[in-house]
T-cell receptor, first 113, second 117 residues
Framework: GAVVSQHPSRVICKSGTSVKIECRSL??????MFWYRQFPKQSLMLMAT?????????EQGVEKDKFLINHASLTLSTLTVTSAHPEDSSFYIC?????????FGPGTRLTVT | AQKITQTQPGMFVQEKEAVTLDCTYD???????LFWYKQPSSGEMIFLIY??????QNATEGRYSLNFQKARKSANLVISASQLGDSAMYFC??????????????FGAGTRLAVHP
């Protein structure tokens, strides 16, 4: 089946530092990847849509300069949280689309101290 | 605009019994897909079942079935013979299938299911 991996699964960083999260489709090519954010006991909120070789499309209210997305290949997209602050602490989930289906990564729990 | 409504924040069911999780949707697109995902405490999103708006029959996948009522704009998930491992958050979602349309998944607020022994 279609597998999406994320790395790291957990990360703790100090306020002001940057953190990079990788999302890979392991056994299929994904022209489109999505990045979501989920706060405790809430639903997934789409942050941005990433298409290979082009700039990401950010949802309203998401700061593109703070959440840098790069989709360099058909199997890899990265999300960099720049100058992280405690309010950026959250669960970040990526997904990769193939056909009509989206497969999700296992998520990355970011804690900013 | 698309919208998913899940009115049950939490549900309880006895092991081995069936449970229905409600989902209603609102969309102006002529062609759309409906999805259900399971999210256990580990956080991963597990795809359960898919229903296309033009599918004549209700989708089924093992113990999961989708009760699709297009006129009522509902896409309820039915889990038969509940197991303890079914305890999790369940999210209903929709996505436009219109060519060139905005193909992002829109999620509902979710329903937390607890299966009791």
């Amino acid at each position: 089946g279609a597998v999406v991996s994320q790395h790291p699964s957990r990360v703790i960083c100090k306020s002001g530092t940057s953190v990079k999260i990788e999302c890979r489709s392991l056994d299929f090519q994904a022209t489109t990847m999505f990045w979501y954010r989920q706060f405790p006991k809430q639903s997934l909120m789409l942050m941005a849509t990433s298409n290979e070789g082009s700039k990401a499309t950010y949802e309203q209210g998401v700061e593109k300069d703070k959440f840098l997305i790069n989709h360099a290949s058909l199997t890899l997209s990265t999300l960099t949280v720049t100058s992280a602050h405690p309010e950026d602490s959250s669960f970040y989930i990526c997904s990769a689309q193939t056909g009509n289906e989206q497969y999700f990564g296992p998520g990355t729990r970011l804690t900013v101290t | 605009a698309q919208k998913i409504t899940q009115t049950q924040p939490g549900m309880f069911v006895q092991e081995k019994e069936a449970v229905t999780l409600d989902c209603t949707y609102d969309t102006s697109d002529p062609s759309y897909g409906l999805f259900w995902y399971k999210q256990p405490s580990s956080g991963e999103m597990i795809f359960l079942i898919y229903q296309g708006s033009y599918d004549q029959q209700n989708a089924t996948e093992g113990r999961y079935s989708l009760n699709f009522q297009k006129a009522r704009k509902s896409a309820n998930l039915v889990i038969s013979a509940s197991q303890l491992g079914d305890s999790a958050m369940y999210f209903c979602a929709t996505r436009s299938l219109v060519s060139g349309g905005y193909n992002k998944l829109i999620f509902g607020a979710g329903t937390r299911l607890a299966v009791h022994p």
